[in-house]
């Protein structure tokens, strides 16, 4: 198969489209023909060496954890998945025609998602959700996603919304109006202090960026909230 391989770690020039060797799944995988994989930061920092103390490369090395396709091959102990079935999930070695899924972690594609939109899901939506989930927030509660406009913050808006709590969709002010179809309850510009000033007290601040607005944003969380 042909797949993005990475020799050694440096800019973008060290990916190299070559043959390599197709992988086999294992007991409780599955084989996926790959439609489609994002690029993601963490795929960036390990092309640069940058995660070598938590997530190191072994040469030659594939990148790519988003992939969404079709399944091909199964390996035993996997159930309730079909050969040619659309599915995406976050893995290891996306970055080529094929690569292994643990069947637990993959997910089928509803008919009506393209493939290529399905691939930027996996990471963006499960970090979103991870982001939210240890506020406990809830009913009758405010949280502000910062960063609302991106894909970690949509998915966090998304969370926190079926969560049944209020949602202030921080943004800068230039994403003003696209921010006002995401789903949140109001939309306040970050890179405004008059806008924050008004702000009411906060249940909990889900920050998705980096920025000076943290200290300002952190301020407006009430004693006890996160």
Do not use: W
Not at 171 to 186: F, S, W
Not at 198 to 221: H, Q
């Amino acid at each position: 198969m042909k797949a993005i391989v990475v020799h050694q770690y440096g800019a973008p020039e060290v990916l190299g489209f070559e043959e390599y060797p197709v992988p086999g799944p294992g007991p409780g995988e599955v084989l996926v023909r790959v439609a489609a994989a994002s690029v993601n930061p963490i795929d960036c920092k390990r092309r640069a060496g940058l995660t070598t103390e938590f997530y190191p490369l072994k040469f030659p090395a594939l990148i790519g954890v988003d992939v969404a396709g079709s399944a091909v091959r199964f390996g035993p102990r996997v159930e309730g998945f079909s050969t040619g079935e659309r599915v995406l999930a976050m893995a290891d070695d996306t970055y080529a025609e094929l690569c292994v899924v643990k069947a637990a972690v993959l997910a089928k594609v509803p008919k009506e998602l393209d493939l290529m939109e399905a691939a930027a899901l996996p990471l963006a939506t499960t970090t979103g959700n991870q982001l939210l989930l240890p506020t406990k927030v809830g009913v009758g509660q405010t949280v502000l996603v910062a960063g609302a406009a991106g894909n970690v913050g949509r998915s966090a808006v998304f969370t926190a919304k079926t969560r049944g709590a209020t949602v202030i969709a921080g943004v800068l002010r230039r994403q003003i109006d696209g921010a006002k179809t995401i789903g949140a309850d109001q939309v306040v510009a970050t890179d405004d202090d008059t806008a924050i000033a008004g702000v009411p007290p906060l249940d909990a601040v889900a920050y998705t960026v980096g920025g000076r607005s943290a200290e300002k944003l952190i301020a407006k969380v009430k004693p006890g909230g996160v």
